[in-house]
């Protein structure tokens, strides 16, 4: 769903009341300039008034409550602490290199995943190969892969890249897969037809047929890898490695300082929005302008 | 309903009677055609023949599941032959290819992630020509499809009728030997099927391109063909090659009628009664 759908939906239909009249009648009532109702205000205002009744909500908590500051930090420490970690460069160069870590991971993971496929749908033993790993290797928690990577490669990046990886061929493969196993039949036929062989029937039709499950696969994968590289820096911060969210959040824990442990913990939430919306701007710019998007 | 089209200006066309002729382009001897269902092999075509002149328009036309479109893919080179052998200007007919330009009937055979110019210029530039070349090329089958104003849409911005007119540009464009087209109308409303048969009319005779139309529309068979051949119930073979003059496209004339008769008679023949009037407008 684009953002801006449920506007156009809401303005239509006043949520929760009768339908609207139909507008054919030339004495309808001229349309109310202001209205206040929740559901006619525009999505980003609404989306904003919820952040800012959490904030409230949690300020409230804490300011009222008085609980301990060890357990539990207000929204004001929490906004400090993520000012000075980006002003002393601590929170930012650990943000960078988790990002650094899941990048390389899904670079890699996607080629993997696009060399799989490929071979998938040109041969019948890719096919079983892709089958056979993919119902094998994706229920894996590829967490669990970890211990494995630290006795390869050490407590080093590689053995991070390598698990993130792991969690990210899987989601991508697996949609891909869909995607080609369900493109349009006279697509195909058309592409024949025209004179195009193998290598540019695949990379010029069935990938672009493939486009909206292919994104939505690279979604799951962002959010698996996630999910995988913070935990991983975790271990690892326990370990005794260095870097990453993961670990800023562990270490923070350590020495106390809990305004950090939420900073650390916001940073990842607003990443994963910020992230979000690069998806939804490339859908806007291929699947949804193309009206591929269901 | 249907409009007639335009006298044509140029030396008759239609040809008497198949045979050896110098000209023939299409050549489909003894074709039998199966497919399997559950592992038992079914036959769709028994034993068709016929011969396409360079330059015709033959219609092929039959009851429902008589084989026609499978004919017609088989000549496409998407299906194999079980028998007979099927040659365009001297050469078999083994795999698809754009000199054997398809249009399929699915509105959603353009390439919904092109514009329009793209769908057409896309594939001239996969069968050599260069960008500039390709884009030209479109833009002017485009302008005779009358889409000169659609050219940077995206297909769902199209009607269906729209989207049956880049499909005809694109397989025109691509100038092929034949033009095989599998009912490209058959899902349209009946004023945009006749505004598309009289555009299509247009452009064959602009372009001179020999064209096997498959249709079940006894009407489409006789306003846009030179030449209909008719097949039985499947197993199908050829019932008849029924010529169509210049008098008879004249919708409502005595020709006409008298054609369309003759055509529903040896379409229904199998015991079906026609209903003439249904017959008209739902094929």
Excluded at chain 2, 238 to 266: C, D, N, P
Aim: glycine fraction near 8%.
């Amino acid at each position: 769903m684009s953002l801006s759908s449920p506007t156009e939906q809401q303005t239509i239909a006043p949520a929760g009341g009768t339908p609207a009249p139909p507008t054919t009648t030339t004495d309808a009532a001229p349309r109310r300039v202001r209205d206040w109702r929740w559901g006619s205000m525009p999505v980003w205002l609404r989306r904003v008034l919820v952040v800012v009744l959490l904030l409230t909500g949690w300020q409230l908590y804490v300011t009222v409550s008085g609980v301990n500051p060890l357990l539990f930090s207000s929204p004001a420490d929490v906004g400090k602490a993520l000012v000075a970690g980006f002003q002393n460069g601590e929170l930012l160069r650990s943000t960078g290199t988790t990002m650094r870590v899941l990048l390389l991971g899904m670079l890699f993971g996607s080629l993997i995943a696009v060399v799989l496929t490929t071979l998938a749908v040109w041969t019948r033993f890719g096919e079983d190969v892709l089958v056979v790993f993919s119902s094998m290797l994706n229920p894996l928690p590829s967490i669990a892969v970890l211990p494995l990577a630290i006795l390869w490669f050490g407590l080093s990046e590689t053995a991070l890249v390598f698990v993130v990886a792991n969690a990210v061929i899987w989601p991508i493969a697996i949609n891909v897969n869909t995607g080609f196993r369900t493109a349009n039949r006279t697509i195909l036929a058309v592409g024949r037809n025209i004179g195009l062989k193998r290598w540019r029937m695949i990379s010029e039709v069935l990938f672009p047929a493939a486009l909206p499950h292919t994104i939505s696969g690279v979604k799951t994968a962002w959010a698996f890898g996630w999910r995988t590289i913070v935990a991983s820096e975790l271990v690892f911060g326990v370990a005794g490695g260095g870097g990453g969210l993961g670990y800023f959040i562990n270490n923070s824990r350590y020495y106390l300082d809990i305004p950090d442990v939420f900073a650390g913990l916001v940073t990842i939430a607003v990443i994963g929005l910020l992230i979000d919306m690069v998806f939804i701007l490339i859908e806007r710019r291929t699947v949804v302008r193309w009206g591929m998007k269901t | 309903m249907v409009q007639p089209s335009p006298p044509r200006t140029e030396p008759e066309r239609s040809v008497p009677h198949p045979g050896e002729r110098p000209d023939t382009l299409l050549r489909v001897s003894h074709a039998s055609i199966g497919y399997r269902v559950n592992g038992a092999f079914t036959r769709a075509v028994a034993d068709v023949s016929f011969d396409v002149a360079a330059g015709e328009t033959i219609m092929l036309i039959g009851p429902s599941g008589c084989g026609k479109s499978t004919l017609l893919k088989t000549i496409a080179g998407f299906l194999d032959l079980a028998d007979g052998t099927i040659t365009v200007a001297g050469r078999r007919t083994l795999a698809p290819g754009p000199d054997r330009a398809v249009v399929f009937q699915e509105f959603d055979q353009l390439f919904p992630w092109r514009d329009v110019l793209d769908n057409v210029a896309y594939p001239l530039r996969r069968n050599g020509r260069t960008k500039a070349e390709a884009e030209q090329q479109a833009r002017r089958y485009l302008e005779m499809m009358g889409l000169s104003r659609a050219l940077d849409r995206h297909p769902h911005q199209l009607s269906g009728g729209m989207k049956q007119r880049v499909a005809i540009a694109r397989a025109f464009a691509l100038e092929p030997v034949m033009l095989l087209m599998d009912e490209p109308f058959g899902a349209l409303d009946a004023l945009t099927r006749a505004r598309l048969q009289a555009e299509l009319n247009a452009i064959a005779k602009r372009t001179g391109v020999t064209i096997l139309f498959v249709t079940h529309s006894i009407e489409e068979a006789i306003v846009l063909g030179d030449r209909v051949v008719v097949l039985t119930d499947p197993p199908s073979v050829v019932r008849e090659v029924v010529t169509i003059t210049e008098e008879a496209k004249v919708v409502g004339s005595e020709q006409y009628r008298s054609v369309r008769t003759h055509l529903g008679s040896l379409l229904h023949r199998d015991g079906k009664e026609a209903d003439e009037d249904v017959a008209e407008f739902t094929d």
